[in-house]
């Protein structure tokens, strides 16, 4: 009898010491062994048992906020860090998060402040550059963009995204020949990324070389044969280059894979247009109106193939609704075709 109760002691003892073990600390180990497992929702249960049992420890409202950040739970996870900053001040990773937290929601310029404190009490940490890089590209201050992702690169030699980014900045800034510098840079360290080819690709169009732009919008297709925006842009390349039939089965797979994308029916119109097929135009021009019935351009070029196919009082209200749109060769096609 002795020794029966003293087994069943031994099982009460047990249980309690383990029910004791689950500590705030244990909950937070426990949780971000299941965050990096992608078990966001046992993740995240486990943090707001640790802030249960201790609701001012630091960490496990930075690893929520982390968990909530990962998910997209932008506006969730900046009130973590809220309370991670106010119980301590001095950590740049929570300010860097925050601001990371806010650039998602669109609220760049707030992003930039946390930021900008996370610099301040890191400097030395590349990411830290690379967030504020992004919330200046956001702002379109390409300029100082461009500056923060050199700062990265130095921090961090070889970052894909950092030259990525540089050269797009570099892209927008119309410095052609250093976005390509950027993006050849792009294409040696991720050789079967496609995107690098296709903004190296948009580069050389802006310098003419329309054959280079070809060749790069080619090997983007290459290497991701649904990259829609390829099949565009040697279209429109092939459009300048006068090969209309070429540009016209770039248009066909841009819409095979996206059938729902107007610019694709309206650059095949333009095509379709050079090669004397109107009625396959007006059939596009009509397709993008259905799918944006606010596509000015789309207004405008009908409403000139109109007049030009002898319905003259359709194409002049066609003209006219460009033009209310906000296109102003609308207004040109009404002086010249409808003022008469």
């Known amino acids: 009898m002795k020794k029966a109760c003293l087994v069943f002691t031994s099982i009460i003892l047990l249980i309690y010491t383990s029910a004791v073990c689950q500590t705030p600390e244990s909950f937070v180990e426990s949780g971000i062994k299941k965050k990096t497992a992608k078990d966001y929702a046992g993740a995240l249960q486990d943090f707001s048992k640790a802030i249960e049992l201790n609701p ?24 973590d860090f809220n309370k991670a900053i106010e ?47 992004l919330s200046y590209f956001a702002l379109a201050d390409y300029a100082t963009a461009t500056t923060d992702f050199s700062r990265v690169l130095e921090l961090m030699p ?41 903004n190296r690709g948009l580069c050389k169009e802006q310098l003419q070389d329309y054959r280079g732009a070809m060749a790069d919008f080619s090997k983007s297709i290459e290497n991701d044969p649904k990259y829609t925006a390829a099949y565009n842009n040697r279209g429109l390349i092939k459009n300048k280059m006068n090969d209309f039939q070429g540009a016209i089965a770039d ?51 009908r409403g000139v193939l109109r007049i030009q196919m002898g319905q003259k009082d359709a194409g002049c209200m066609d003209l006219s609704k460009g033009g209310e749109l906000g296109d102003q060769k609308a207004y040109e096609g009404i002086r010249k075709y409808c003022n008469q």
């Open 56 to 79: 001012k420890l630091f960490n496990a409202y930075v690893q929520r906020g982390l968990g909530r950040y990962e998910i997209k739970d932008y506006e969730g996870a900046i009130l």
């Open 251 to 301: 248009f066909n797979m841009a819409i095979e894979i996206r059938p729902n994308d107007p610019i694709h029916y309206f650059n095949r119109g333009i095509s379709k247009s050079k090669l004397q097929d109107y009625l396959g135009a007006m059939a596009d021009y009509d397709k993008v109106i259905l799918l944006d019935a606010k596509y000015k351009e789309a207004y405008t070029n």
């Open 158 to 198: 070889g970052s894909f995204d950092a030259y990525s980014y540089r050269g797009l900045s570099k892209l927008r800034t119309k410095d052609y020949s250093g976005a390509i510098l950027d993006f050849n840079r792009c294409i040696e360290i991720l050789p079967l990324n496609a995107v690098p080819y296709f």
């Open 87 to 133: 119980i301590n001040p001095g950590d740049f990773v929570v300010y860097r998060y925050r601001g990371l937290s806010k650039y998602n929601l669109t609220n760049y310029k707030p992003a930039l402040t946390d930021i900008n404190i996370a610099i301040t009490l890191n400097p030395a940490d590349w990411y830290n550059y690379y967030a504020r890089g």
